[in-house]
């Protein structure tokens, strides 16, 4: 069955940097769009960067333009997250997300990992 | 983007009785050349992840129960529970995909047993 299990997360200053992981297995990695999602402590879910299944195109949050940076390894089955200039408002629980459908443009997300906390503070 | 407003905030329903949450789009997430609203809902128990329930608005994820269930086009949408179970406590999330960039949830809905 697919999983999808995320590491990296941590307590990070402002103006720091993180890379998160996510190892993916159970399913044909290089044919699906992958995400990171996250929630905020006590708050809603929040998208924040996607890439294709080919790597060919990523999109992200307005607010994390610039700072983050999504790749994949597929020869690897593992989705990462290059997270620089951290801030304050970045501190959420990350989830590595899934789409439904092989080489989608765009979709739902079927399968979620268990999500790493990213917590920036001073 | 594309705002998601979901209602209510929360809500109390009694064992057995239906609940009903609601979410409307700023704009149509229909795509006319396919016939497909870009809606999907999630489940998301305390210190789990969201979980799949429903996807093009109506159709169920396999596994999911049949006392779930999705309707609505165009902007508004609805996710019915039936005849609720002690084990849907829950928040539920709304999910619009017609924009991938980007993608926009609702602010979630709390559903607890009355």
């Known amino acids: 069955q697919v999983q999808l299990v995320e590491s990296g997360g941590g307590v990070v200053r402002p103006g720091g940097s993180l890379r998160l992981s996510c190892a993916a297995s159970?399913?044909?990695?290089?044919?699906?769009?992958m995400h990171w999602v996250r929630q905020a402590p006590g708050k809603g879910l929040e998208w924040v960067a996607e890439?294709?299944?080919?790597?060919?195109?990523?999109n992200y949050l307005d607010s994390v333009k610039g700072r983050f940076s999504i790749s994949r390894d597929n020869t690897q089955t593992t989705l990462y997250l290059q997270m620089n200039s951290l801030r304050d408002e970045d501190t959420a629980t990350y989830y590595c997300?899934?789409?439904?459908?092989?080489?989608?443009?765009?979709?739902?997300?079927?399968?979620w990992g268990q999500g790493t906390l990213v917590i920036v503070s001073s | 983007d594309i705002v998601m407003t979901q209602s209510p905030e929360s809500l109390a329903v009694s064992l057995g009785e239906r609940a009903t949450i609601n979410c409307k789009s700023s704009?149509?997430?229909?795509?006319?050349?396919?016939?497909?609203?870009?809606v999907a809902w999630y489940q998301q128990k305390p210190g789990q992840p969201p979980k799949l329930l429903i996807y093009?608005?109506?159709t169920r994820e396999s596994g999911v129960p049949d006392r779930f269930s999705g309707s609505g086009s165009g902007t508004d949408f609805t996710l019915t529970i039936s005849s609720l179970q002690a084990e849907d406590a829950a928040v539920y999330y709304c999910?619009?995909?017609?924009?991938?960039?980007?993608?926009?949830f609702g602010r979630g809905t709390k559903l607890e047993i009355k």
């Open positions: 997300v899934k789409d439904g459908r092989a080489e989608a443009v765009t979709d739902y997300f079927a399968s």
């Open positions: 159970g399913f044909n990695f290089s044919t699906y769009g």
């Open positions: 890439i294709w299944y080919d790597g060919s195109n990523e």
């Open positions: 704009r149509s997430v229909l795509y006319r050349s396919n016939n497909k609203n870009y």
């Open positions: 093009w608005a109506s």
């Open positions: 999910h619009q995909y017609y924009n991938n960039s980007p993608h926009t």
